[in-house]
């Protein structure tokens, strides 16, 4: 009997060795420390950038400088007419310009631009801007006709007729005094309806009548409207002998050339300079006459003083 107690007691030792096995076996022991996964992350490099690196220099715009004229070619028809070059600067301040003349014996050019004729020919005036090497050219044409006049043939003679005296010269009698200051006072009677008028200084004159003070005049009586939109204007002088009053026509004629062909003008003006303009000579008396809508009344009236 105790010999079947020691089986049975070895037995269920067995079998618990064996049931322990089955239940633990597949299971490593767990000996030691767990350690963290490695969940380092490498992060790209943010620092500064190379600031020693040089930054290539940058074209800064440059100013645009302009110059130009408000005529590149035009025509005097008569010895001493005369127009107004005007030069356009831009991106210049306080613009210095000096002005040449390719031919002075065809065409002169003073300070302020007025080119004026002298003989027949072609000649190139230049405006250049002072201080840089900016130029610009115009072609002035100064088509200048002389006239030859025939001479008188000789009269035939007759010898069978006894020959003719000639008759005596007769000279004619000198004008009566006319007053240009008070004709000028007359021409605007109704004063609601007169156009606003100032005198032209040496100064006017000289840019808008070239010549005129170089020549000795007697009387000297010149208007000008206040606003340039007004189609008026009167200049009367008394010249001192007839090569004056030659050189005074071809003045005046000169400033209506210059009116017409100024594009600046107002159209309304331009077309009564052109229509209505007049030069009138009485003796040595001599009258340049535009007055819109009535220049053919002042031109009557001037011509009753002779």
């Given at each position: ?18 049931l ?33 690196t ?18 590149t ?12 070059l ?19 014996a ?11 004729a002298v ?36 009269p ?14 007769v ?17 605007f ?9 100032l005198?032209?200084d040496?100064?006017?004159l ?20 206040m606003?340039?939109?007004v ?54 008396f ?21």
């Amino acid at each position: 009997m105790k010999h079947i107690r020691l089986i049975s007691l070895g037995t269920a030792v067995v079998l618990s060795l064996s049931l322990l096995t089955a239940c633990g076996g597949d299971k490593a022991p767990v000996s030691g420390s767990v350690s963290d996964p490695d969940v380092s992350i490498s992060t790209p490099d943010v620092s500064a950038p190379d600031v020693s690196t040089e930054i290539p220099p940058v074209d800064l715009p440059q100013v645009i400088r302009s110059l130009a004229l408000n005529k590149t070619d035009f025509t005097l028809k008569t010895a001493g007419a005369s127009y107004k070059l005007v030069a356009d600067v831009f991106g210049v301040e306080d613009p210095v310009i000096v002005w040449t003349s390719s031919d002075e014996a065809v065409a002169t050019v003073d300070e302020n631009g007025v080119v004026t004729a002298v003989a027949a020919g072609t000649a190139t005036i230049t405006a250049a801007l002072e201080g840089t090497d900016m130029t610009v050219d115009c072609t002035v044409r100064c088509n200048i006709k002389t006239e030859e006049q025939p001479a008188d043939p000789a009269p035939e003679v007759n010898p069978e007729e006894p020959p003719v005296e000639p008759a005596p010269e007769v000279k004619p009698e000198a004008p009566a005094k006319v007053d240009l200051a008070a004709f000028y006072n007359g021409i605007f009677t109704d004063p609601d309806n007169s156009p606003a008028m100032l005198p032209m200084d040496n100064d006017a004159l000289d840019a808008f009548y070239p010549g005129l003070n170089a020549i000795a005049l007697k009387q000297k009586v010149a208007y000008m409207p206040m606003m340039t939109a007004v189609p008026c204007e009167i200049v009367l002088v008394e010249c001192a002998n007839a090569a004056d009053v030659a050189a005074v026509k071809a003045i005046f004629n000169a400033r209506i050339a210059a009116q017409v062909d100024n594009h600046f003008n107002y159209p309304m003006v331009i077309e009564a300079w052109e229509r209505e303009a007049k030069v009138v000579a009485n003796g040595n008396f001599v009258a340049l006459l535009v007055v819109s809508g009535m220049t053919d009344t002042v031109v009557s009236d001037f011509n009753a003083l002779f």
